[in-house]
């Protein structure tokens, strides 16, 4: 007997497919992290595979998104190699009306925001329990920080009306460290009024590398639900 499918991955594969099938051939593509960029880089690499694709070329935003991608096939380089990048498609922590995003759940926003908002077409894929009326709503802010300078930058988030707490990872054996050898303090704000300031504000805490807000970048939100358990896009 099979095991039944998923229906939440089965809608997060959907929702990749969905973005991998704006991929156009001969065009630079910003890649994503998370589970469900991971189902469209699958999907860029099958297009690719079949020869519907051809002639186009990947920008990783982590490591694992690195290792994804060659997995799949897809070619990739690196920012000093090229002028432009095309099309992005990423994931999010939460997006609201007006398309501003919470990202960094995989501790990736950093290079995800350098790679996303160089895209001329930036493409959000989430499930519809992301979509959110306020910022804030469910998910707390990541902010990554440098190690020296973790308790000045915790008493800041404090100063600002912030509930910060250093991300750990599995087991919590120890913090979780990004691509660039960094932690990450997530942040909890009760209200979020003005996304744009806050954005800039906590940016210009020294010691903070990038925080999880993304404003003014997403072209295209494609959202997945599950309906009568089915995925729908
Ligand atoms: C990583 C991210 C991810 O895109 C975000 O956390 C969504 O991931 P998933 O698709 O697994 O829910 O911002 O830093």
């Known amino acids: 007997m099979t095991a039944a499918a998923d229906p939440v991955k089965l809608m997060k594969q959907e929702v990749g497919k969905a973005a991998a099938a704006l991929v156009k051939s001969g065009t630079i593509v910003g890649l994503g992290t998370g589970s469900t960029t991971a189902f469209a880089i699958q999907y860029i690499g099958e297009r690719l595979k079949s020869g519907e694709l051809k002639d186009i ?28 990048i095309d099309i992005a498609i990423d994931g999010a922590d939460e997006v609201d009306p ?18 996303d908002y160089l895209a001329n077409q930036f493409i959000v894929v989430v499930d519809g329990g992301k979509v959110v009326d306020k910022l804030g709503s469910i998910f707390a802010v990541p902010v990554e920080v440098i190690p020296m300078a973790m308790t000045p930058v915790m008493n800041a988030l404090k100063k600002l009306g912030g509930k910060p707490e250093l991300r750990m990872g599995v087991k919590k054996a120890g913090p979780v460290i990004t691509d660039q050898g960094n932690m990450v303090i997530d942040v909890r704000f009760d209200d979020i009024p003005d996304p744009v300031n806050l954005e800039t504000t906590l940016n210009n805490i020294p010691g903070v590398l990038e925080n999880g807000i993304f404003v003014n970048c997403a072209d295209i939100v494609l959202v997945g639900e599950v309906v009568d358990n089915q995925p729908v896009v």
């Open 57 to 84: 070329v990947g920008v990783p935003t982590s490591f694992q998104a690195e290792v994804l991608a060659k997995e799949y096939g897809i070619p990739l380089t690196t920012l000093d190699a090229i002028d432009h």
């Open 98 to 115: 007006q398309k501003n995003l919470i990202k960094g759940g995989g501790a990736a926003h950093t290079r995800e925001k350098v790679v």
